[in-house]
Structures are given as structure tokens and as C-alpha cells.
């Protein structure tokens, strides 16, 4: 069964940091990555990192946010800086499994940036 436990979430002024982390278990994970759904927009991709390591992110965070994984600790991490009020949302854990490519999504953790 594939839990997935996240925490880093709160509330900071523009221009700081938050690192999130989401720690999964229960399978063996291709993709790791984090989305985020603000009030009234759909979900989007934030930034997302293979088992190998390529990582992939929105044009929006580039140069702000770091995606990183530990793999022997099934976990990974998102890095934020420079926030702007923008990235106010609730941030998602979402994991592939290397097999079968099943998605499963972690609970949501709040971030809220003040200006």
C-alpha cells in the first residue's frame, strides 16, 4: 500500500523559502514530482524528478524553486525561494510506481505567500 507523508508547508513573506518534503513508501517510485492547485485554477505541474535524476519544471518557478529526491529514502524535496504571492496554494505530493505507472497523490500541504 503506497503512503506518501508530506510536511514543509506555512505561511512566509515574498522573497522567502520553504523546502517541502514528501516521503513515500510502499513501492518503488519512477516519478516523483509536486503540483499545486490555487483557488479557482485547475492543478498544475510544478516540478517533477526521475529515479535518474532528469527533472522537469513549470517556466513559472525556473530558477526559483529545486526539485531533489533522496531514492534510498524514497523521498523527495522541494525547494523555494524568492516565493512571490503567485505561489500561494496547496502543494501535492505525486508519485509514479516504476511498475505498472500507477499515480498516487499525497493530501496537500498549504502554502501562503504575504507581500
Known amino acids: 500500500q503506497v503512503q506518501l507523508v508530506e510536511s514543509g508547508g506555512g505561511l512566509v513573506q515574498a522573497g522567502g523559502s520553504l523546502r517541502l518534503s514528501c516521503e513515500a513508501s510502499?513501492?518503488?517510485?519512477?516519478?516523483m514530482g509536486w503540483y499545486r492547485q490555487a483557488p479557482e485554477n485547475e492543478r498544475e505541474l510544478v516540478a517533477s524528478i526521475t529515479n535518474s535524476g532528469s527533472t522537469n519544471y513549470a517556466d513559472s518557478v525556473k530558477g526559483r524553486f529545486t526539485i531533489s529526491r533522496d531514492n534510498a529514502k524514497n523521498t523527495v524535496y522541494l525547494q523555494m525561494n524568492s516565493l512571490k504571492p503567485e505561489d500561494t496554494a496547496v502543494y501535492y505530493c505525486n508519485v509514479q510506481t516504476l511498475f505498472k505507472a500507477m499515480d498516487y497523490w499525497g493530501k496537500g500541504t498549504l502554502v501562503s505567500v504575504s507581500s
Open positions: 510502499g513501492s518503488i517510485f519512477r516519478l
